[in-house]
């Protein structure tokens, strides 16, 4: 008698599938990469839950490692989060302000998410415009104050103009208000709303080119605009004091580059082959120390400190507090507290705040030299 299927039980090749074990993933260490099924297995039948990796010595916990890792709900690389990316965004960039916090929250093995990375950029790029809102307000504050104190005319829409123009464009050679005054000579009288319709659009072509140092102003020649077609020349100061740029961009290109320092340091000290986009993603939240190394660099002034000279003394020739020094001090400071952070909780590397100092003083160290070599070129 032959066999006869029986039409009750699944078909073959159903039970086949059933019947054989799904592909395990294979086990690799979060940080370096090995391969490590051998010893998870061998350490797991000796009823051992914890190990080390036997390339790089790092810690792991085998059932944690078989897991797939999670991601913090509010973390902007997070894949199944149920906050939606500007809520992400804002909580990842909060917790920069801590930041052993926020690197003990982020583990090694979370997949890297290039959206998550510029989202991540793009609010980078918010907070410096609003720290050169900052700056451009520092310098029409007064003006508006004084406009008021003297009560003089059109005070409140001057005002407004200048505001308006240092939110939308911080770094504009031209001041709201004057755009305001030439748009309503070459409107004339009466018209407010075809003022205010002009001046808005002239703003919006200053954010779109903000490097614009002209405008042009119409109409024909009139009682109120005896000059006819004008030209005007931006006369607001530049955002960045003079000679303030070298020692800021060298601080910003430190701050980025500080996790490849890494890489210069002996093996003891970084103790193995740490993955590539282990780098990219310390380098990508280190760019958020360029807004407090910009504001510090804008505020340096404020305080009494000068730019230009040597960068060696904290005092310069003129017996003023040398505002490049103080800035690439402060600089190494907050690049070498990031790096300790960012090895020790995130890379979870032995001696850690001897790897975060060596790496911002190796990082700020080189980009000097780099821009001091571009000069003598
Ligand atoms: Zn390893």
Redesign the pocket.
């Known amino acids: 008698m032959g066999h006869v299927p029986d039409k009750s039980s699944p078909n073959t090749k159903n039970a086949w599938r059933v019947a054989s074990p799904a592909p395990r993933r294979s086990l690799e ?1 979060p ?2 990469g ?1 391969h490590l099924d051998g010893n998870a297995d061998a350490a797991e039948a000796r009823g051992e839950t914890r190990g080390v ?1 036997t ?2 010595a ?1 810690p792991v916990e085998w059932s944690k490692l078989r897991a797939d890792a999670i991601a913090p709900k509010w973390f902007v690389e997070a894949q199944h989060s149920k906050y939606w990316w500007p809520r992400r965004l804002t909580g990842t960039l909060l917790r920069c302000v801590r930041p052993f916090h926020f690197w003990s929250a982020i583990d090694l093995a979370i997949p890297f998410s290039r959206r998550g990375a510029i989202v991540f950029l793009i609010g980078v790029a918010a907070l410096l415009h609003v720290v050169a809102v900052g700056q451009r307000l520092a310098y029409v504050g007064p003006a508006c104050l004084d406009r008021f104190r003297w009560k003089m005319r059109n005070a409140e829409t001057e005002s407004a103009a200048d505001i308006a123009l240092a939110i939308v464009a911080p770094t504009a050679r031209f001041e709201g208000s004057d755009i305001l005054s030439w748009t309503r000579s070459e409107v004339g009288p009466g018209a407010a709303s075809e003022v205010a319709l002009r001046t808005a659009a002239r703003f919006a072509l200053i954010a779109i080119s903000p490097m614009r140092r002209e405008m042009s102003f119409g109409g024909a020649p009139t009682a109120w605009n005896p000059r006819g077609p004008t030209q005007i020349t931006g006369r607001a100061p530049e955002l960045f004091w003079p000679d303030q740029s070298d020692s800021t961009i060298a601080s910003s290109i430190a701050a980025v580059l500080a996790p490849l320092a890494m890489l210069l340091l002996p093996t003891s000290l970084r103790r ?1 082959r740490i993955r590539p986009r282990h780098f990219v993603r310390v380098s990508l939240y280190a760019s958020v120390l360029i807004v407090p190394i910009v504001a510090t660099s804008l505020l340096l002034p404020h305080l009494g400190a000068m730019y230009g000279g040597s960068a060696i003394s904290f005092i310069n020739l003129y017996g003023q507090p040398n505002a490049d020094a103080i800035l690439l001090a402060s600089a190494t400071l907050f690049i070498s507290i990031w790096m300790t952070a960012a090895a020790g909780r995130y890379l979870r590397l032995p001696h850690a705040a001897g790897v975060g100092l060596s790496c911002g003083l190796i990082a700020v160290l080189t980009s000097m030299l780099v821009l001091q070599w571009r000069w003598v070129m």
């Open positions: 260490c940080r370096c090995h990796c390339e790089c790092l193995a």
